[in-house]
C-alpha cells in the first residue's frame, strides 16, 4: 500500500522559480519580451540598460521603417481620422484587407433569401479555396448544413447560381473551364462564347503549348480568330479568389541567426530580440542601506534578480542548442532542403547534457534565419527514412524532392503514384499516401488541379 506513495514522492518537485524558468523558456519572443516589460512596469529593482550597444537589427528596422514595412509588415494601407487628444491614431497605420468569404458572406445578407436558401449559399461559399472554386461536390455541403427537410437537387443547383452570381466574376465555379465561361457570360456574341469554350476543352493540348495554328485546325477558323479569341480569353481571371486575401501572414522575428564563418556555419543570437533590463544598481543601493525601514522589499529584489537569471539562462540555452543545431546540419545551410539530415531531440540532448523535454521546450517557436528562410528550430528535427543501400535521409530532404518532381515536370501533370515510383528509382521508398502528405504541406494541388493551372497559364501566355 505504501507503494504508490513512493513513486509519488520519487517524482521531481520544481520551486516556483524553477516552473518561472521553465515558463519564460518555453515562450515565444513576443510573448516573452511582454511578460519582461511586466516584469519591468511592476518591480523598481529593474531597470532598462540605457548602456548596452543597441540591437544589432536597429538599422534593419529604421531601414524598413523608412520604406513603410517593419518586419515585412505592409504599414499605411489607409487613413484614419487623427485620435481625440490631437495624436495620430494607430490604427491609421494598421493594414487591412476582406477576405474572400467575408465579401460573399456580405453580398448574401443584401440578398432577398429565405433561412434555407441563405444558409446553403453560406455553407457553398465556406467551401471554396483561395482561387474562388468550389472543388467540392455541393449536395454533399448541403448535408453538412443539417438542414431538415434534406435539401433537394434544385435546392442545391439554386444555391451555387446563387454563388456564382456573386462578385468576383467567375467565383463558385467547379473548374477552370466553368470559371472562365461565367465570366464570359456579359459577351455579347454567343457564337464567339461557343468558340471560347470549344478552345478550353477540345484543343487543351495546343492551347497549353501556345501552338495557335494547331488551335485553328481543331476549331476549324482561322489563326487570326484564335489570336482574337486568345485576346479574350487573357482578359478573363481564372484565380477570382485571389482579389481578396486569406488569412493574414504572420510575421516572426529570429531568436537566432545561422552565420558562415571561415570554420563553417555557426549561429549567434539575434541581439534585437534580446532584453535591454538590468538590475537597478541605485535602488538596490538604497534598499541595502535601509534594509530595515523596507522589509517588504526584499522579496522584489530576490525576484528582480531571478528574472535576470532566467533571461541569461534563456538564451544561453536557445544559444546552446541552435549551435547544436547548426553543427548537425551543416550540409543543409550551404545547399538547402536537399541536404537535411534526419535528427532526433535525444542527439542534441545527450550532446548538451540536457533533458529532452528542454531541448524540446527550446526548439517549440523559437526561430533561425538561414539562407534558406527562417524556420523554427523544431523543423530540423525529423526520424531517418530508409534508403537503399541501408543508409537514411530526413523526410525534409525527401519532401523537397517531391516539389523538385512536380516543379520539373512536363506535360501532363504526374499522379502522386506516379512520384513514389520516381522516388523508388531513386533509392527512397514511400508510399503514396505520405507523397500525398508531403504535396499538400508544400501546398501543391492534385495532378488535375495543375494540369487545369497550366492551361490557364497558357491561355494567358
Known amino acids: 500500500m505504501l507503494q504508490p ?68 509588415a505592409p504599414i499605411g494601407a489607409r487613413q484614419r481620422p487623427r485620435s481625440g487628444d490631437g495624436d495620430l491614431d494607430a490604427l491609421a497605420f494598421v493594414a487591412t484587407q ?30 471554396l479555396d483561395e482561387d474562388g472554386y468550389l472543388r467540392l461536390d455541393p449536395a454533399e455541403l448541403a448535408a453538412l448544413g443539417d438542414l431538415q427537410p434534406a435539401p433537394t437537387a434544385a435546392e442545391c443547383d439554386a444555391a451555387l447560381a446563387c454563388v456564382q452570381g456573386l462578385d468576383p466574376p467567375g467565383v463558385g465555379a467547379r473548374n477552370l473551364v466553368e470559371c472562365l465561361q461565367l465570366q464570359l457570360a456579359s459577351h455579347c456574341d454567343a457564337q464567339e462564347r461557343a468558340l471560347c469554350t470549344r478552345l478550353l476543352t477540345e484543343a487543351e493540348p495546343a492551347l497549353r503549348s501556345g501552338d495557335v495554328a494547331r488551335c485553328a485546325r481543331v476549331l476549324g477558323c482561322s489563326a487570326a480568330t484564335v489570336q482574337r479569341l486568345l485576346r479574350l480569353l487573357r482578359g478573363l481571371d481564372p484565380h477570382p479568389g485571389w482579389r481578396h486575401g486569406g488569412e493574414p501572414v504572420r510575421y516572426v522575428v529570429p ?37 530595515g525601514a523596507a522589509p517588504a522589499l526584499a522579496g522584489q529584489l530576490q525576484e528582480a534578480r531571478w528574472t535576470l537569471r532566467n533571461v541569461e539562462q534563456r538564451f544561453s540555452t536557445i544559444l546552446a542548442v541552435a549551435q547544436a543545431i547548426v553543427r548537425r546540419q551543416q550540409r543543409f545551410l550551404e545547399h538547402g532542403a536537399l541536404a537535411m539530415q534526419p ?34 528550430l523544431g523543423y530540423f528535427f525529423s526520424r531517418g527514412l530508409p534508403v537503399a543501400g541501408g543508409g ?70
Open 255 to 291: 531568436d537566432v541567426l545561422a552565420r558562415r564563418t571561415r570554420a563553417g556555419w555557426t549561429a549567434q543570437l539575434n541581439e534585437a530580440v534580446v532584453p535591454r533590463v538590468q538590475l537597478h544598481r541605485g535602488y538596490a543601493k538604497l534598499y541595502r542601506q535601509h534594509r
Open 392 to 461: 537514411q535521409c530526413s523526410p525534409t530532404a525527401v519532401r523537397e524532392l517531391v516539389h523538385e518532381i512536380i516543379v520539373r515536370e512536363h506535360g501532363q501533370p504526374l499522379s502522386d503514384v506516379a512520384i513514389a515510383l520516381q522516388l523508388a528509382r531513386r533509392g527512397i521508398r514511400v508510399a503514396r499516401r505520405t507523397v500525398t502528405k508531403y504535396r499538400q504541406q508544400l501546398g501543391l494541388g492534385t495532378a488535375g488541379l495543375r494540369a487545369t493551372r497550366a492551361m490557364a497559364q497558357g491561355a494567358s501566355a
Open 5 to 72: 506513495a513512493l513513486q509519488h514522492q520519487a517524482q521531481p518537485q520544481f520551486s516556483v522559480r524553477q516552473q518561472r524558468a521553465v515558463q519564460l523558456l518555453q515562450m515565444a519572443n513576443l510573448e516573452f519580451a511582454a511578460s519582461i516589460d511586466a516584469c519591468l512596469a511592476s518591480n523598481p529593482f529593474l531597470d532598462i540598460d540605457e548602456q548596452a550597444p543597441p540591437p544589432a537589427a536597429a538599422h534593419e528596422e529604421a531601414q524598413a521603417a523608412a520604406a513603410g514595412q517593419l518586419w515585412g
Open 98 to 127: 476582406t477576405s474572400l468569404r467575408d465579401h460573399l458572406h456580405g453580398q448574401l445578407r443584401l440578398l432577398r433569401l429565405d433561412d434555407r436558401a441563405f444558409m446553403l449559399a453560406s455553407l457553398l461559399c465556406e467551401a
Open 343 to 376: 535528427m532526433v531531440l535525444r542527439q542534441i540532448a545527450e550532446e548538451l547534457g540536457m533533458h529532452e523535454s528542454t531541448v524540446s521546450r527550446v526548439t517549440h517557436q523559437k526561430f533561425i534565419a538561414t539562407p534558406s528562410g527562417t524556420f523554427e
